[in-house]
């Protein structure tokens, strides 16, 4: 009986999963279906390196930065921001405004020129920490909302460009040689720094957007040095020295108040603007205030400290022993949180 019971049980259940699914071949197996956690864990990684937990990037965002160690936020700036930014970066070019600390760059082309009090004269803008209309880009709150999820709650702006690429005087000068961020940092763990780059209006190949080398942030920082290219190469231009050619390169075609989101050893550039206009951008690179300064004696970035060190010299008459480190903690502040170690 308990035989003929089981087997009137096993026929009932047969009957029944066919009702279910009547593509159901009698005697098959049934197959579990995969949990939609199962599913996550197949599509992308259960461990994440280069970004934190958080409730703002989705899946596929999160993926693609860990994958390509960038990520491209449509729209985020507001045009009314760009242009308060905009203005306030004439002003300093017409000497209307003074920055403490801001370090002006111009063109070798036109740097032993004689100076114009416009524009046309200026082709970058650093360390504008101590202008309050340009450090608001750095505390944009849908900024840090991103920045946070890179870095964590305590965020320090650690270096401020507004980028005023010109039109190419036709000895490419207004090139980009192919870099890493890093090589600039005396700070880690690189994992914990990130960069905002925002159109200020559209850019794209012709005008000299970026081109970046997806994937290459995974490798390790690399000897960085001047090319050798006829024209010359602007001050601190400093590119890599060797890195797998091979690698495709996407360019990033970027519309007003465009961001993209990078990390400090994804290898990128820009080349030359062909436009008659010069074309803008505004970035913040930061970190999280728990990193820390390292020594970068006896390594490649040894020959990058004597030619920054040589430069604060010069710019703030220093006459007593300084370190890289030294000439990055006077030219930092505070986004948000704690400052804690840097």
Known sequence: MEESGGRGASLRLEVLLRHLSPSRAAGATLAPSPTSGQLATEKYPTQF???LDNNLLSPEQRHFYEENGYLVIRNLVSSEDIECFRNEFMKICK????????????DISIAKSEFIAD??????????????ELFRYCTLPQILKYVECIVGPNIMAMHTMLINKPPDP????SRHPLHQDL???????????????????????RNGCLVVLPGSHKGPLKQHDYPEWEGGVNKMYHGVRDYDKSTPRVHLVMEKGDTVFFHPLLIHGSGMNRTEGFRKAISCHYASSDC????????????LEEEVVAIAKKKYGV????????????RSRLAKGKRINL
């Open 49 to 51: 390196r280069y970004t």
């Open 95 to 106: 000497n209307e405004v003074k920055v403490p600390g801001l370090l002006i760059m111009r």
């Open 319 to 330: 006459d007593s022993p300084i370190k890289l480190k030294d000439a990055w903690m006077i």
């Open 292 to 303: 820390h300064y390292i020594d970068v004696k006896g390594t490649s970035q040894e020959k």
């Open 183 to 205: 090589h600039y940092f005396p700070f880690r763990p690189a994992d914990r720094i990130v960069c905002s780059w925002t159109a200020m209006e559209r850019i794209d190949r």
């Open 170 to 173: 036709g000895k490419k000068s």
């Open 119 to 132: 524009q046309k004269a200026v082709t970058k803008i650093q360390d504008f920490i101590g202008d309050e």
